[in-house]
């Protein structure tokens, strides 16, 4: 058996929405899989768990040892600059692994001019950091942007429909994704060779928020009201004008939000 078939896979993020699906793909391969996780979990269905913080990089070190492959899918709402230092830092002082990132589309469009941009989408300016340490690291690495994922949408859109009114950002619209289908792509670049920045995959469909808010009520049977709001800044403008969308040369997906919906919501 070759060095290559019995270096793992390391999947940071593995136990998150994305990670699950591309667990369930990696899976029917027959490669080495190691997730990375703060919490501990048992060995199952021939994956390995690593316990560690890309927050404070305790762990890494034992995470990547010998991977020749990490699916780098750890994120969330703010710091994944500093998650991306860590893991680089890691990845480098253990050798020369592929670097495969997950992005979203925007992040280098969405500016981040004031406090107000960074307290309200601050998780682009840290996505676009991020991509930035991943593209200087030195190692061989591939980075895809996703649109948001059909899931965060349903979040949302379900903690919404617990308010009595519910605000809908005017102007501002959406390309939502299937995460199955960001993780057939994910598994593609993994398993390929380094691709530098690839075309952003994106959603079949774009929607208005309102008409998002609207699928997901009416396939709860439940009915709001709804107030428009501004988003304000520089940021809500770039929104406005669609720069969180991918509109040329971009990889369509194609299940929809109504797809998506009938299946999830019943
Ligand atoms: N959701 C979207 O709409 C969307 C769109 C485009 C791109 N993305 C990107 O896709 C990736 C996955 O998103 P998702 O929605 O699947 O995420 P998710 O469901 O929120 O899961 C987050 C994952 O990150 C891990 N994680 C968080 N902080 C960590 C830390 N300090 N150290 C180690 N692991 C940590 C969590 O692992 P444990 O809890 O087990 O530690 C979990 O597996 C993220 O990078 C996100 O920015 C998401």
């Keep these: 058996m070759s060095e290559t078939q019995t270096s793992p ?9 994305l990670g699950r699906h ?13 997730v ?11 994956i ?14 034992a995470a990547v040892a010998g991977a020749r492959v990490i699916l780098h899918l750890a994120g969330s709402s703010k710091g994944d600059d500093d998650k991306a230092r860590q893991l680089v830092a890691a990845a480098t002082r253990a050798g020369s692994p592929h670097l495969v990132y997950v992005s979203v589309v925007g992040a280098d469009r969405v500016p981040q001019d004031g406090r107000l941009d960074r307290a309200m989408f601050g998780y682009f300016g840290a996505k676009l950091a991020a991509e930035r340490v991943v593209a200087e690291s030195g190692l061989p690495w591939t980075t895809l942007r996703a649109t948001q994922f059909h899931d965060l949408v349903l979040k949302v859109a379900e903690a919404m429909a617990k308010l009595p009114v519910i605000p809908v950002p005017s102007g501002m619209r959406f ?8 993780a057939d ?15 952003d995959l994106a959603g079949p469909k774009v929607y208005g928020m309102a008409e998002l808010s609207r699928g997901y009520l009416q396939a709860r049977g439940k009915r709001r009201l709804t107030l428009p709001v501004r988003m304000p800044g520089k940021a809500g403008r770039a929104y406005r004008a669609g720069e969180n969308l991918t509109l040329e040369g971009a990889a369509v997906g194609t299940r929809t939000w109504e797809e998506f919906l009938a299946e999830r919501v019943r």
């Design 9 to 17: 896979i390391l999947v940071t993020g593995g136990t998150g929405t």
């Design 22 to 34: 591309v667990l369930d793909r990696l899976r029917g391969t027959g490669l080495d899989v190691r």
């Design 36 to 46: 990375l996780s703060r919490h501990p979990h048992d060995p199952s269905e021939g």
């Design 48 to 61: 390995e768990y690593v316990t560690g913080d890309l927050a404070t990089g305790d762990g890494i070190d």
């Design 175 to 182: 390309q939502p994704v299937d995460s199955g289908e960001v």
């Design 185 to 199: 792509r994910m598994v593609e670049l993994a398993l390929g060779a380094p691709a530098g920045l690839v075309p």
